[in-house]
């Protein structure tokens, strides 16, 4: 089961661009990395999936390198409703053992 | 429509007691799953299962059960509940969608074993 770690806690402000970025050395070929949001008291809640290269939608965009030991969430212009906890996760969905670790705690102050 | 309900919301347990915390889907998902989350270690996988009638250990299984009858539900079941099990209980359903999968979270079942 391939690991990942991302770092414990982050702080920004407004309307600045938040990178995240998630190791996962021992990803294996048919892993998808994916990044759930959570906010306190709630299930996580889906941002963005990504096999390679980079993955956009309306909310995040997802940087993979070719080598795929890591990952980076790129959130633009955060507001203060970002203020979450991000997880990155590594492994193959409908087949069960996803690692969600422990994942970054994210600050927006105004 | 409802996604993924959970029952019940919080529950306070004497220790020894069975238990079984529901969650039921309505978008019928095959993928189900059960995580537990502590504060400062995210969420761990429980057990899951990926179509009605299989299931499957996750990375902490020890004191639980499931079972998956049918595509809706996929109850977890505490034989004999123990303070360690004092936890924030989250199912899940996934789909694959355009490409890519995605998980549904419900709102969670806070549990109290004392």
């Known amino acids: 089961l391939a690991k990942t770690t991302q770092p414990i806690s982050m702080d920004s402000y407004e309307g600045q661009e938040v990178n995240i970025t998630c190791s996962h050395n021992?990803?294996?070929?048919?892993?998808?990395i994916t990044w759930y949001q959570q906010f306190p008291s709630q299930g996580p809640r889906f941002i963005i999936q990504?096999?390679?290269t980079k993955v956009t939608n309306e909310v995040a965009s997802l940087f993979i390198p070719a080598d795929r030991k890591s990952s980076t969430l790129s959130l633009p212009r955060v507001s203060l409703s970002d203020t979450a906890v991000y997880y990155c996760?590594?492994?193959?969905?409908?087949?069960?053992?996803?690692?969600f670790g422990q994942g970054t705690e994210l600050s927006v102050k105004p | 429509i409802a996604g993924i309900t959970q029952a019940p919301t919080s529950q306070i347990l004497a220790a020894g007691r069975r238990m079984t915390l529901r969650c039921t889907q309505d978008?019928?998902?095959?993928?189900m799953y059960w995580y537990r989350q502590d504060l400062g270690l995210g969420l761990r996988l429980i057990h899951y299962?990926?179509?009605?009638?299989?299931?499957g250990k996750g990375e902490v299984p020890d004191g639980y059960s499931v079972s998956r009858a049918n595509t809706d539900d996929f109850p977890l079941t505490l034989a004999s509940a123990v303070p360690s099990q004092t936890s924030v209980y989250f199912c899940?359903?996934?789909?694959?969608?355009?490409?890519?999968?995605?998980?549904?979270f419900g709102p969670g079942t806070r549990l109290t074993v004392l």
């Open positions: 899940a359903s996934s789909v694959r969608i355009e490409g890519y999968n995605e998980q549904f």
């Open positions: 021992n990803i294996a070929t048919n892993d998808y």
């Open positions: 990504g096999y390679k």
């Open positions: 996760l590594v492994g193959v969905h409908q087949g069960g053992k996803l690692i």
């Open positions: 978008m019928r998902h095959n993928a």
């Open positions: 299962s990926n179509t009605a009638g299989t299931t």
